[in-house]
């Protein structure tokens, strides 16, 4: 089973989901359905995640991050 980075990222920096569903524009059900690979994040929400990721994790790629 492959890691969730998103989620692994977002407990280790201590970050609710409320906060990066408002960071991203969008509600708490519709952030964890896609945190819970669910439902797919946007192109436009891919780049915020890795944008914001990359502050703490600056080797994230897009692709090792999502694929």
């Known amino acids: ?3 969730n980075k998103v ?3 977002r407990q280790t920096l201590r970050l609710k989901q409320r906060q990066m569903a ?3 524009g969008i509600s708490v059900v519709m952030y964890s359905k896609k945190e819970r690979k669910k439902t797919a ?3 436009y929400e891919k780049v915020k995640l890795l944008n914001y990721f990359k502050q703490y994790f600056p080797k994230e ?3 090792s991050l999502f694929f």
């Open 1 to 3: 089973m492959k890691i």
């Open 7 to 9: 989620q692994a990222y």
């Open 22 to 24: 408002d960071m991203l």
């Open 41 to 43: 994040f946007t192109d």
């Open 61 to 63: 790629t897009i692709d």
